[in-house]
């Protein structure tokens, strides 16, 4: 075993087994299938699947699907699909709380029977009402003291859809004068006519989140229920619900400190809102932190896997830096990505003492540091195309950047020289001309110094190409903290980029992520490429 994780829960667990308090370790990952899978599941299902795999314990993925009105199949689908694909298997066959649900319900009727829950007639908004605040005790609904008899027959004619919805609920009878709101008569039970992915039409009242998760992680024996801080509070529900419907197994529940990760919301509620005002295009937008998205961008299992490896596990609530995710992404293809040469904003260079009909081929490493990577050809000729960024039409001393009458080397050819430019009626550079020093194929020229190395595609080896630049959706570090995040969002959050990349990448089918050299690591975008016709590239991360 690995004694490099060391987390609060890794010790607990560590002395549940010396104290032989459990067999086996058994965990479980329990998301809502009401949206997609995001960075702060990934650090979830990173401890979850992780923990039971160090102790050689089992690892349930379970869906809990209480809420018909929001959940969808897509949904599942989804987080199934992302799940194996950062490579975790789960223990046995798929479960669903609604496998549960007639368990959960005869549950209930224990406690209506033990006269802890009773069926109330308030509605949604007199619950709110009478339960109070922080600072002041709540009051009891008229309805709590109904007879057990009249309980259990109301609670049936609600199974059997008599009410309408937000007409009557079951409530936990508890305490209205408790210090925890959420033990001042909890909801247990609501009616919702809507129909249910798996249970179609058989029930017409769920339970809600708070009765059936610890009802489900104690009927599959859950040893170590890790949640995040935001159930603290529900912990001491979850115990009373475990004590009082006499259930064998009794899980019992650890609290962690949830991912926040800087100029990012990782709120379901809020990135929903964010595909509805039309500020991403979906889910699956690059710019999400959904896994999704990350995906799509081109991050991938390992380096997702690593960043929730190394922020840690612990009971205190931190912001992590942006740039540490970024830096687990480029660890990770800094080594395997295929070097190319891409021009996002071109210009025209024409050399001038380079003959017509001359097409040069030179051939170059894939990757400077890894020779396993192969080698390929590039073309050099008469016409080639740099970025518009790397000419500076006034000599500035010490630039490393091309100008009138200064010398450049173009990386892996020759040293240019610019003569002139041409510019279009509107006063924009059209062309460059240049001359080129033909003894100074991949060496210095002597007796002169030359300051600088620039990217380049000849007009032979291209293909044009759409890039997508991407920066933060908000402009401030913590986003999640603003109760109007949408006031921050960042407009110039991608900007898109006309250009021209090597046709010999192409010929490598099999190759996912690239490095533009002096550029960034950059994805093929499949779903705008096959959308717009034409190759669409999404930057993955900027180079350091």
């Known amino acids: 075993m690995k004694k490099k994780i060391k987390n609060f829960i890794f010790k607990i667990i560590k002395s549940d087994l010396k104290k032989k308090k459990y067999k086996i370790i058994r965990t479980r990952f329990p998301p809502e299938p009401n949206g997609y899978l995001h960075l702060g599941h990934a650090k979830s299902i990173f401890l979850n699947f992780h923990i039971s795999k160090l102790f050689k314990g089992k690892c349930n993925l379970r869906f809990d699907d209480t809420n018909p009105e929001k959940e969808k199949k897509k949904y599942i689908k989804n987080i199934i699909k992302e799940i194996k694909w950062l490579g975790y298997k789960w223990n046995k066959k798929i479960k669903y709380a609604s496998n549960y649900f007639k368990k959960i319900y005869n549950y209930a009727l224990i406690l209506i029977k033990k006269n802890l829950a009773y069926v109330d007639q308030l509605n949604k908004k007199e619950i709110k009402k009478y339960r109070g605040t922080l600072t002041t005790v709540g009051k009891n609904s008229p309805y709590r003291n109904q007879s057990i008899k009249k309980n259990l027959w109301l609670f049936k004619k609600m199974k059997k859809g008599y009410f309408k919805e937000g007409e009557v609920c079951l409530r936990a009878k508890i305490n209205m004068h408790s210090s925890q709101i959420i033990m001042r008569d909890p909801v247990l039970y609501r009616i919702k006519f809507f129909k249910h992915h798996r249970t179609k039409n058989t029930w017409n009242i769920y339970p809600t989140y708070d009765f059936t998760h610890c009802i489900s992680d104690s009927i599959e024996k859950i040893t170590h229920s ?214 100074t194929l991949n060496k210095n020229p002597k007796n002169r110094k030359v300051s600088g190395v620039i990217h380049w595609i000849s007009k032979n080896n291209t293909k044009k190409a759409e890039f997508h630049l991407f920066s933060p959706i908000f402009n401030i570090t913590n986003p999640e903290s603003q109760k109007n995040y949408l006031k921050y969002v960042n407009k110039k959050s991608i900007i898109t980029k006309k250009g021209f990349i090597e046709k010999s990448l192409f010929k490598k089918k099999n190759i996912k992520n690239y490095q533009f050299e002096r550029e960034g690591y950059f994805i093929l975008d499949k779903k705008n490429t096959d959308n717009k016709k034409i190759t669409v590239f999404n930057q993955t991360v900027s180079l350091k």
């Not at 540490?324 to 992404?329: A, P, Q, R, T, V």
């Not at 020759?414 to 003569?419: E, G």
């Open 226 to 439: 890790i949640c995040t801080l935001e159930f603290l509070d529900n912990k001491i529900l979850y115990n009373w619900i475990l004590n009082n419907i006499n259930i064998k197994f009794k899980s019992t529940q650890y609290e962690f400190s949830k991912l926040n990760l800087e100029y990012t919301i990782l709120s379901k509620r809020k990135l929903k809102n964010l595909i509805k005002k039309k500020i991403v295009d979906g889910w699956d937008d690059p710019r999400m932190p959904t896994i999704s998205g990350l995906k799509r961008r081109g991050y991938t299992p390992k380096s997702i896997k690593n960043f929730c490896k190394k922020i840690g596990v612990t009971k205190q609530n931190n912001l992590i830096k942006i740039s540490f995710l970024e830096h687990c992404i480029r660890k990770d293809l800094n080594k395997k990505s295929f070097r190319y040469m891409a021009v996002l904003n071109p210009i025209k260079i024409i050399i001038t003492n380079y003959p017509d009909n001359l097409i040069e081929k030179i051939k170059i490493l894939n990757h400077p540091q890894n020779k396993k990577l192969g080698k390929r050809t590039i073309y050099f000729s008469k016409y080639i195309y740099i970025d518009r960024s790397d000419f500076k039409n006034n000599k500035i001393k010490n630039s490393r950047k091309l100008s009138i009458h200064k010398e450049i080397r173009l990386r892996y050819s020759y040293v240019i020289k610019a003569i002139k430019i041409k510019k279009n009626y509107l006063g924009k550079i059209k062309k460059i001309y240049c001359t080129y020093d033909k003894k």
